[in-house]
């Protein structure tokens, strides 16, 4: 087993990306250990979210954070109820504060002059299988979800639009700013709003960018060499959904926003739902690879609700009450010393 002393300073420094390849490895072996050592990982995690209040700053005293939190976890280890909190909480969030600047620069009408204004962006990361939430220098609230990743300037202050980038899956409470309209950035498209709440779910591994619109009301954009393009504007209780690989976008009425916000209250809902989307879904919550070796599985469509169950208890219960088989293949190391995902094979009965 790893020094613990070691292991503690391998663990805040990872929480700033600061650990080298070599340093990586060694912490994520020393996780893959035991459950007890992940549980361990989950309560620091959670006490280091704590003790910095998720509070943005662009300086980090990583010497004087890891005693605050050392002195917290007696002798590094994990009390029972720790455990429970963290189940009931299951947030990790990582916090990362990026070396790149953007700069602006305002030209006079005469072209003369050049002024430069600096932005630090933050980087905020969500562990797969937890959630988090945050406050934006405006007072905007942001819950991400599994594996997804939000940036956005440590302040809106001389910008013309609030803009966050977005990777993943993301809830959003938008304070209302007419000079100011907030923009969602995805990899494709992005959603233009004044004040409102709404959901945007815009993974790598899906074809879709979907945004689901609780209140208020929101535009899809497209930007091309810096002018916008709207494509769609939603009112309350609409789905949009903007096809990455054809530039199709659709939208429906929707008599609940439930299934896409269940997982800020760390629920995996489905609703009618094809296994395309039960596939996407706890590929993005669990960090795995599902393959559907059977076609006839795609005429199936699914509804469910599952609280806190982990994937293994997932699969057994979609087995029981459909017809699906599973196989689930080990992560195994690579020639790297990094370890491959988890595999899922479902096959029909």
């Known amino acids: 087993m790893q020094d613990k002393n070691k292991i503690s300073n391998l663990l805040i420094r990872s929480f700033t990306d600061q650990l080298t390849v070599e340093e990586y490895d060694v912490l994520n072996k020393w996780i893959c250990e035991s459950s007890e050592n992940r549980k361990e990982f989950e309560a620091f995690s959670l006490i280091w979210n704590k003790s910095a209040e998720q509070a943005i700053t662009d300086r980090i005293d990583l010497e ?9 976890i007696p002798e590094f280890r994990v009390k029972r109820q720790w455990i429970r909190y963290i189940q009931q909480a299951a947030a990790i969030l990582f916090i990362s504060v990026s070396l790149s600047y953007v700069y602006y620069f305002l030209a006079g009408r005469n072209h003369q002059a050049k002024i430069a204004d600096q932005f630090v962006y933050q980087e905020v990361k969500t562990a797969f299988g937890m959630h988090s939430s945050l406050r934006l220098p405006d ?41 100011h309209p907030f923009i969602v950035s995805t990899e494709s498209v992005d959603v233009k709003v004044l004040g409102t709440s709404f959901n945007v779910m815009a993974y790598d591994n899906t074809s879709n ?141």
Do not use: C
């Not at 990743?149 to 803009?163: A, D, G, I, M, V």
């Not at 919550?285 to 795609?298: A, F, M, Q």
């Open 209 to 349: 960018v979907t945004v689901a619109l609780e209140k208020g009301r929101v535009t899809m954009i497209n930007e091309i060499n810096g002018q916008y393009k709207d494509l769609i504007t939603l009112n309350p209780m609409e789905v949009a959904e903007y096809n990455t690989e054809e530039k199709i976008v659709s939208s429906r009425k929707e008599k609940s926003m439930e299934k896409y916000t269940a997982w800020k209250e760390n629920r995996i809902m489905f609703f009618n739902d094809p296994i395309e989307t039960v596939v996407a879904k706890l590929e993005n919550w669990y960090n795995v690879d599902i393959i559907v070796k059977s076609e006839i599985l795609t005429r199936y469509h699914f509804t469910a609700t599952f609280i806190d169950e982990s994937l293994e208890q997932i699969l057994k219960l979609l087995s029981l009450s459909s017809p699906i088989d599973f196989k689930i293949i080990p992560a195994s190391k690579n020639a790297d010393n990094s370890f491959s995902k988890r595999k899922i094979i479902l096959t029909a009965k």
């Open 64 to 72: 004087s954070s890891l005693k605050r939190t050392k002195s917290r």
């Open 139 to 179: 007072s905007t609230m942001v819950w991400l979800n599994s594996g997804s990743t939000l940036k956005f300037p440590l302040s809106f202050r001389n910008q013309k639009e609030r803009k966050v980038i977005l990777h993943g899956e993301g809830y959003f409470e938008v304070v209302k700013n007419e000079k």
